[in-house]
């Protein structure tokens, strides 16, 4: 059981637009800030969104993330089948004083 | 270029021990936390570990807490993690992670594999 709640699946359609939430409480996504990974079959994750809503450096701004009260919500527009990942929202926990995860989201694009 | 290269992953039997290293170029080693996550076959991201750049301050996960040690020689830019009496369930690849800021991991490792069965 994850820290971090994300739904298992998501999918739409290509060139449609997919959000994928990730819910915490105030020990973590409430008072931190958050990050989303993606990760392709077989690959290390990799970094898409930072402090919450910002993309390093060579991310596209297809990828975009918003933080309300102790939920996050990862947005990826203009979808195309190299999007299909597994989606990993982290952040730190002050209560377990501890790095955390949600349980993936797998993106399917149709 | 950032590198991370981890290495030290096996086989190892229930309760035995393993030291995994990770290998930093291409960045200051010295002015990053650093961390390591683990993934079991089939499973999610599981953060393990997370040092300072000093190595002064460690943090653990409570599944792995009093059982594996992190640490760093910044004079070789190096990352460890000294992993003792091993469990199936850390049957896991392993990645070091660098932290970009405050506990968002911009670069990582390829991964190492470590499976401890009989």
């Known amino acids: 059981q994850s820290v971090l709640t994300q739904p298992p699946s998501v999918s739409a359609a290509p060139g449609q637009k997919v959000t994928i939430s990730c819910s915490g409480s105030?020990?973590?996504?409430?008072?931190?800030?958050v990050s989303w990974y993606q990760q392709l079959p077989g690959t290390a994750p990799k970094l898409l969104i930072y402090?919450?809503?910002k993309r390093p450096s060579g991310i596209p701004d297809r990828f975009s993330g918003s933080k309300s009260g102790t939920s996050v919500t990862l947005g990826i527009t203009g979808l195309q089948t190299g999007d299909e990942a597994d989606y990993y929202c982290?952040?730190?926990?002050?209560?377990?004083?501890?790095?955390?995860f949600g349980g993936g989201t797998k993106l399917t694009v149709l | 270029e950032v590198q991370l290269v981890e290495s030290g992953g096996g086989l190892v039997k229930p309760g035995g021990s393993l030291r995994l290293s990770c290998a930093a170029s291409g960045f200051t080693f010295n002015s990053h936390s650093m961390n390591w996550v683990r993934q079991a076959p089939g499973k999610g991201l599981e953060w393990v570990s997370s040092l300072d750049s000093s190595g002064s301050n460690k943090y653990y996960a409570d599944s792995v807490k009093g059982r594996f040690t992190i640490s760093r020689d910044n004079a070789k830019n190096s990352l460890y993690l000294q992993m003792n009496s091993l469990r199936a369930e850390d049957t896991a690849v392993y990645f070091c992670a660098r932290e970009l800021l405050s506990e968002e991991f911009d670069y990582w490792g390829q991964g190492t594999l470590v499976t401890v069965s009989s």
């Open positions: 982290g952040t730190w926990d002050t209560s377990l004083n501890a790095g955390v």
């Open positions: 105030s020990s973590n996504i409430g008072n931190n800030y």
């Open positions: 402090e919450n809503n």
